[in-house]
T-cell receptor
């Protein structure tokens, strides 16, 4: 079955550590996205990538980094510069037919990151 | 305003209809979407509507679009306890914008 897989489901980070969240898709989608979700605040875009080896900052990129070396993979690193990283992180992907994501985005099941 | 706006909470009785409302921002948005999020899970696309449509029906779901007022609604007929979740509306113009989500609680 085609889909988008995030791992791990739960992640604990100590102060000052970098951690990497995995996102893999086998939908042959060109575009991939990372969102942060905090209670009552909806989704905020961290980074997105429309093509391999290229990515752009979203609304809240500070303290995060990404790479897009393969079409299927878009890992997110939460660096020690991110002062409030505790949140639920969602990865998504979409087609990019003529720049419009037909049928919306496909989301992974999320990673809950907690600072301990 | 610049945000996609939704009320945060809605509570209904099982068997009643639920109506979740959304005001979006961009009159040129091409697609409008409704997503469902269950606890601890990602968002699942429920339905979408093209901007040149006024209404779309899909089984128990009815989407109404009022372009003049930039208002989108999702009606769930015969609401069940399994419909309890957070519902997000989203618009796509130049980029995808999500509302903050409406938490629907269905009481037996």
């Amino acid at each position: 079955d085609g889909g988008i897989t995030q791992s791990p489901k739960y992640l604990f980070r100590k102060e000052g550590q970098n951690v990497t969240l995995s996102c893999e898709q086998n939908l042959n989608h060109d575009a991939m996205y990372w969102y942060r979700q905090d209670p009552g605040q909806g989704l905020r875009l961290i980074y997105y990538s429309q093509i391999v080896n290229d990515f752009q900052k979203g609304d809240i990129a500070e303290g995060y980094s990404v790479s897009r070396e393969k079409k299927e993979s878009f890992p997110l690193t939460v660096t020690s510069a991110q002062k409030n990283p505790t949140a639920f992180y969602l990865c998504a992907s979409s087609t990019q037919g003529q720049g419009v994501p037909y049928y919306g985005y496909t989301f992974g099941s999320g990673t809950r990151l907690t600072v301990v | 305003g610049e945000d996609v706006e939704q009320s945060l909470f809605l509570s209904v009785r099982e068997g009643d209809s639920s109506v979740i409302n959304c005001t979006y921002t961009d009159s040129s948005s091409t697609y409008l979407y409704w997503y469902k999020q269950e606890p601890g899970a990602g968002l699942q696309l429920l339905t979408y509507i093209f901007s040149n449509m006024d209404m779309k029906q899909d089984q128990r779901l009815t989407v109404l679009l009022n372009k003049k007022d930039k208002h989108l609604s999702l009606r769930i007929a015969d609401t069940q306890t399994g419909d309890s979740a957070i519902y997000f509306c989203a618009e796509y113009g130049n980029d995808m914008r999500f509302g903050a989500g409406t938490r629907l609680t269905v009481k037996p």
